[in-house]
């Protein structure tokens, strides 16, 4: 729009980016405050803590050392609870994306004669607030004899992060052109070949996609761990974070510490594969038009 | 041999697995060891047992063996018709048949699940403990400890009861006998109510799991550490022990009782009001009545009411958990602000009628807000938690309550909330409480906090003054090392601005603030009257007449309330320190209850 | 069943053979995994609850509670007003983010941080900066002559503060989400416009909007139900403070579940937004394909 390149013109698309400019600052501010302020208070000494201010008078990495070397009570299985996070996130994405992916292929390439009902029930596990489930899912751990271990909280995350990776791939599957199958059935192939060898390198980028976004919703996950794991080595960080506030005084200033190296995994991540992630988890909710 | 003739020849000989087999031989040195362990048991055991020298013991169809000593339920009487079955006690006085004893003896008693069997070992002059008897194939003990002079050792003391009372799911016998004698541990050593729960989770194999309360200092977890690695040491189980913080346990432990999942004991500070008398009435809960009997010498009989809970099945009240901790509120202020505006910062001058009490700090936040008011403009006098989200409310809360003379339940469970006196008490303390905050001397996030935040609060310096159930606050000042370093550079420039009050019973000192050689003054807050070592004294018309010296006594009296839960009451290596400080203020406290002033108390010195 | 099974004169296919190609039989293996999970971890916990949940007395209780009534009307300004708002300022900010200016690229990435940074980290910085006594956000009302504002410890503002962090964290993923949207259009038909002279607002009205109307309706759908069920942000940000005033459904089912060992309250009062989830799915089910 407005690409005509007269006198007016240009000073129309000068005043618009002016006037973008400010709405940019606006928006910017909106933003990266809090995110700063986290930062902020991170670096922020102790004896500082109380002084609000919009900048660090005194800066420190002291918190950064405390939670690297896990020099502080609070800290003290840092690494272990990371780890487990990653072990977690890890495994929740590759299942995420196998279990998707199998499931995209039936709805999408298959036409199988119950694919509303499978999609009906997908939607229903999409849109039940997970928290509704979590005591029964406790007993249901328990059941099965998982209590504590890492594979129930995993399992956990499959469950509720395969709906919306269901979508997504089916709905990108679908704008798949039909030929896959007839090259597969020109060589020869049965159903499982096309699906490994034609299927699978086809829908690479929205794979990456939902892996991305089970790996983040196993990352942020708090209350089903903290109800499947037990014991400060064996929780995962946000649990450990959550132990310090219900304590009875929390290290602010360590706890923003450990936040922000809670939160770099997640925005690197994202930073990595934001092409595939905005393409990829938009076509599910765009496809419904 | 048998030269005092007291004994007929034919006692001389008892049935052994279907054999007569002679018995060691009378001589005085063995009969003076059997009256002496009989006259020290009776001591021991007290009214309602019975300490039966060298009487029969009907086990099995082929064993009938005359122990030295058995200790059994009841009276003499109760044994009439016929030989008791079951000893919780069996002590056998050896000299020459030392290996018999130890061996076939054990082994019988063993099978027959006889839980405490001692041996008083005369020639080496210790006294050999078998515990732990496992039936089955192999019958033996699976504790063994040799005490020597000057040690000691308590009975374990199993009702007949409580072996009926233990349902336990895939558990075998011997767990919930090493679960009891666990609780036991960690309430011999001292360190934190108590729940133990009947269906046991990972039962199969020698596994106990135990979920802990986070502590606020790492010393805390330290010791409990210490405590289960002995126990395991000692027991030969494996303890699968865990940490979590209050309000994540709570959550924890009520997911796993609701799904019938849970661990074999789980200590949360929120456990005696919100889960002991909701899942005791609901039957799941272990009764561990037996266990509290054994330990009740050591009790302050009002903190036992916690666990005192009414069973919805059963329709009987029992003990369905073990309190090992009360807490107290401490009073923290900062002196220096006192100071400031001239206030006496004295623990003593402060005022203790509950008006006059509550009003000095009022009168510090508008002095110093008029003194300084750039610096002190958003200061607060008082730092009362009012929020539904925090526990230190209802600790505040029900505190005032009884200062108002006031209850909700009564002492048989009933709610007395409606009843004229409670009524107008409930009133009052609400409006109290409302106008605390609408007065403007309490920030206005109060209505917000979460149990930290008032320390943050008082931390920051924009409150004067705050009650807090935890040592939490002078805790914090090591939790960095180099903050605590500038911490007590301040507290030393301050000359001890940190100020604790101690309302009633004394926590245990942290042991890191005296080793930096910080003085830590204890004193007493507007407290009640209390005898030596906690005792309430009985209760007086009087004790009512002060608002602020009821409050303690009557929340220990309460029982149901949860005000105070940390107060440690063991006994051992690192809770005898404690116990002497307790007791020596004690006394005072006891000397000085009726004086109605605060009287400075001595530093307690640490090694 | 594919062609080339029949020809060449192979013997018929054996019936187990027949079966494994049927498409019934392939679509069911491969969404066994699936269903497997729906089955194990979904139909069985649902169950529970839904038998839990059956007991007249919880709802009388929960009728009778002026904290339940309380939580409804913040659970619908949470919902009702929060969403709205969010997807209305997403879809203005999708056409700002939509010129293609350089700088307008850095600015989306930016942009997106909130959704990458996790929730808790989050309320964290919130919460320290809306302290009333040492916030950053008193001191620079201070600092301009305002009086404080005491932000978590008042109903109004403490649930304002919930939807404003909703905002902020969920903002980002909507307003890309319209973009996308807006991309999604094909340029003929603004090119088509500017013949005609259209302004932005009238592209807007008669262009942009008709084409997102189904897709802005999804979207609101989709995140009054995952707002519906939003148990973290409320919980951590006010926990229900002050006085439980605040509390949104999720949140009060954790307190009567956890708090008060109700299990069956907390069940009932998700089961009270069930009709509401329930119908929200068939609206989407009837709209969407998956």
Request: aromatic letters at 12%.
């Amino acid at each position: 729009m407005g690409d005509d390149m007269s006198a007016p013109g240009r000073r129309k698309r000068r005043g618009l980016q002016v006037g973008l400019s400010l709405l940019a600052i606006v928006i910017l501010g909106w933003t990266l405050f809090p995110v700063y302020y986290m930062l902020l208070l991170s670096f922020t000494p102790t004896d500082d803590l109380f002084q609000p201010g919009l900048y660090v008078e005194h800066p420190t990495v002291r918190n950064y050392t405390y939670t690297m070397g896990q020099d502080n009570p609070f800290v003290r299985y840092f690494w272990h609870q990371i780890g487990n996070s990653l072990v977690v996130a890890l495994w929740a994405m590759a299942l995420v994306a196998a279990v998707a992916a199998l499931g995209s292929f039936a709805m999408a390439r298959l036409h199988f004669r119950f694919r509303r009902f499978v999609s009906g029930l997908t939607l229903f596990t999409y849109v039940i607030p997970s928290s509704f489930l979590s005591i029964p899912f406790f007993k249901m751990m328990a059941d099965y004899d998982l209590i504590d271990t890492k594979l129930s909280l995993i399992l956990a995350m499959v469950t509720f992060a395969a709906p919306y990776a269901l979508w997504v791939l089916s709905d990108y599957a679908r704008s798949l052109p039909p030929e896959i199958e007839e090259a597969g059935a020109i060589d020869g192939a049965g159903t499982l070949a096309t699906f490994l060898y034609l299927y699978l390198p086809l829908i690479r980028p929205p794979l990456i996609a939902i892996g991305t976004y089970a790996f983040l919703y196993a990352w942020n996950e708090y209350l089903y761990a903290l109800l499947l794991l037990t014991g400060e080595p064996r929780v995962t960080l946000p649990v450990a974070m959550s132990n310090f506030l219900t304590t009875d005084n929390a290290p602010w200033n360590l706890l923003m510490a450990v936040s922000t190296v809670y939160a770099i995994p997640p925005v690197v991540l994202y930073y990595c594969f934001k092409r595939y992630l905005v393409s990829g988890l938009v076509s599910g909710a765009v496809a419904g038009t | 041999m048998i030269d005092r003739g007291i004994f007929r020849p034919d006692d001389r000989l008892e049935l052994i697995d279907g054999q007569m087999v002679v018995k060691e031989p009378q001589d005085s040195d063995h009969f003076t060891a059997i009256l002496l362990v009989a006259d020290t048991l009776r001591a021991a055991f007290g009214p309602g047992w019975l300490v039966r020298p060298q009487g029969p013991v009907a086990l099995d169809d082929r064993s009938e063996p005359e122990p030295d000593v058995s200790v059994v339920q009841g009276s003499p009487r109760d044994y009439r018709e016929g030989h008791p079955v079951r000893p919780v006690l069996v002590v056998e006085v050896s000299k020459t048949r030392l290996a018999f004893d130890r061996a076939r003896k054990a082994t019988l008693y063993a099978r027959n699940g006889v839980e405490d069997y001692w041996i008083v070992n005369v020639l080496d002059r210790v006294l050999e403990v078998y515990r732990e008897p496992s039936r089955g194939g192999r019958a033996g003990y699976g504790s063994v400890r040799t005490l020597s002079a000057g040690e000691s050792v308590t009975p374990l003391r199993s009702r007949r009861s409580a072996r009926n009372a233990t349902p336990t799911r895939g558990g075998g016998r011997a767990m919930p006998q090493t679960r009891r004698q666990f609780l036991k541990t960690t309430l011999g050593v001292g360190a934190a109510g108590v729940l133990g729960v009947p269906d046991v989770t990972g039962a199969q194999g020698q596994k106990l799991v135990v979920w802990w309360n986070k502590g606020y200092y790492p010393e805390e977890d330290a010791a409990m550490q210490k405590i289960v690695k002995e126990f395991e040491a000692s027991h030969k189980v494996e303890i699968d022990l865990s940490f979590t913080a209050q309000e994540d346990l709570l959550k924890k432990i009520t997911a796993a009782l609701i799904a019938r999942r849970v661990p074999d004991v789980a200590f949360c500070f929120f456990n005696d009001w919100q889960v002991v008398p909701k899942f005791g009435w609901g039957d799941q809960l272990a009764d561990v009545s037996d266990l509290i009997q054994a330990l009740k010498p050591r009790y302050n009989a009002k903190m036992l009411e916690v666990a005192y809970v009414m069973n919805g099945r059963t329709k009987k009240r029992a003990y369905y958990g073990v309190p090992i901790e009360a807490q107290t509120m401490h009073i923290h202020y900062w002196r220096d602000m006192l100071r400031e505006v001239g206030m006496a910062d004295d623990p003593a001058k402060i005022p203790m009628k509950w008006d006059d009490y509550w009003n000095y700090w009022k009168k510090a936040q508008d002095a110093l807000r008029k003194k300084d008011p750039a610096k002190y403009g958003k200061l607060y006098g008082i730092g009362m938690t009012e929020s539904t989200r925090a526990t230190d409310t209802l600790y505040n809360f029900e505190m005032a309550l009884l200062s108002f003379n006031g209850e909700t339940v009564d002492k048989d469970g009933k709610v007395v909330a409606d009843q004229p006196r409670n009524r107008e008490a409930i009133v009052k303390t609400l409006k109290w409480f409302g106008e605390l905050f609408t007065s403007g001397y309490v920030p206005p996030d109060a209505t917000n906090w979460t149990d930290g935040d008032n320390n943050a609060g008082f931390h920051s310096r924009t409150i004067v003054m705050t009650p807090n159930p935890s040592q939490s606050i002078p805790a914090a000042q090591f939790f960095n090392k180099e903050d605590a370093r500038q911490g007590l550079h301040r507290v030393r420039r301050r000359e001890g601005s940190l100020q604790r009050v101690h309302q009633g019973g004394q926590r245990p000192l942290v042991p890191g603030l005296h080793r930096r050689g910080r003085r830590h003054i204890l004193a007493r807050g507007p407290q009640g009257p209390e005898g030596p070592e906690g005792q309430p004294r009985p209760r007086r018309d009087d004790d009512l007449s002060r608002p602020g010296e009821q409050s303690v006594r009557a929340l220990q009296e309460s029982g149901l309330l949860p005000g105070l839960r940390r107060e440690r009451l063991g006994q051992g290596d690192g809770a005898d320190r404690h116990r002497q400080v307790a007791g020596g203020q004690g006394r005072r406290r006891g000397d000085r209850a009726h004086e109605g002033d605060l009287r400075q108390l001595q530093v307690a010195q640490s090694p | 069943m594919s062609p080339t099974t029949r020809e060449g004169g192979r013997r018929a296919p054996s019936r187990v053979a027949l079966v494994l190609r049927s498409r019934t039989t392939q679509g069911f293996l491969f969404t066994a995994p699936l269903l497997v999970l729906f089955a194990a971890f979904v139909i069985y916990p649902m169950a529970f609850g839904v038998w839990y949940a059956l007991d007249a007395d919880s709802y009388r209780a929960l009728f009778s509670d002026p904290t339940f009534r309380q939580t409804v009307v913040n659970t619908l300004w949470y919902v009702g007003f929060a969403v709205n708002v969010k997807l209305f300022l997403a879809l203005l900010l999708s056409g700002i983010l939509d010129f293609q200016f350089a700088w307008i690229r850095v600015l989306a990435a930016l942009f997106l941080i909130p959704w990458a940074v996790p929730a808790l980290p989050g309320i964290l910085s919130f919460r320290w900066m809306l302290n009333s006594q040492w916030g950053i956000f008193n001191y620079l009302l201070g600092k301009f002559g305002f009086a404080s504002v005491p932000w978590l410890a008042q109903h109004d503002t403490a649930l304002g503060a919930v939807i404003v962090f909703h905002i902020w964290k969920y903002l980002p993923f909507w307003t890309i989400i319209f973009l996308a949207g807006r991309r999604a259009i094909p340029n003929e038909l603004y090119e088509a416009t500017a013949i005609d002279g259209a302004s932005a607002l009238q592209n807007f009205r008669y262009v942009t909007f008709p084409l997102l109307r189904n897709l802005y309706l999804i979207c609101t759908l989709l995140s009054m139900v995952f707002t519906l069920g939003d148990f973290t942000v409320p919980w951590l940000m006010t926990g229900g403070a002050p006085g439980d005033s605040t509390h949104v459904l999720a949140t009060l089912a954790y307190r009567y579940t956890f708090q008060m060992g109700r299990l069956e309250w907390g069940l009932a009062t998700f089961a009270v937004a069930l009709p509401v989830t329930l119908g929200f799915i068939g609206l989407l089910l009837r709209w969407v394909k998956i």
